[in-house]
């Protein structure tokens, strides 16, 4: 039995008005609702959250896969060009070797000292760019990893928070229909207005009088109201927020 339940089971034993003893469980039904029905929506949200965060992880990973691709073009690319590059230097150094001035010599050092130039700088590059890939494919294999037991966990979390779903809507089902059927008990006088209250009010529509201040909205109250809502045969409501209140002396 909850805490309230049990200062319920209490008021039961007192002497007061039977009215207000039926809201008090029905209150009592009503907060074990919300309770439950909170507890099922937190799961959803938590099952929600982990579904976005290995998803998010999911997409950081493709996005990474995509880049080492493109990244693995272009170094097949370059590579094709150092030896395009390459072979254009072989000939030219062969052609060279052939050649007899030495303008047409030094014409064709000078050409070949371009290339060899451009020769380099493209061999430094792709080395830079062999070395990122690396990076990127070890990246790659440690997120597949963290991925697939980020997965594992991921998948028990949400097996354990459908559980809790389940169990909580079976709570608050089971709570709301022994509110719906005790409603039928309550007096006819207050019956549509106190579920009304209790609904729009958070669930809470009835209260204790303590020190002339009431429960529910904790203002003061007239002394009067106070006084009248120790008695057993009437039914009292809070100036203040129109909750019912009662008094226990
Ligand atoms: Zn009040």
Known sequence: MTNEGQAIAVYLELKMNKDIKTMLELQSFWSDVLKSSAAAERCKEDILLRRNELREREAEYSELTQTAAKRRKTIKEKEFLLNELDQKIKKLEDRKNLLKTQRETDAVQSELDALKKEDGDL???LISLIDILAQEDERLRAMLQEIESQRAVTGKAIE???AGIKLNEETAARNRESYDSLLGVLDGAYRPRFDKLLKAKNGKAV???TNEICG?????IPSYLASDAVH???VVI???CGSYIYRLE
């Open 232 to 234: 057993e045969s009437n």
């Open 238 to 240: 809070c100036t203040n």
């Open 123 to 125: 061999e430094s590059e």
């Open 207 to 209: 209260g204790e009088v």
């Open 216 to 220: 529910v909205c904790n203002f003061k």
């Open 160 to 162: 354990e928070l459908e």
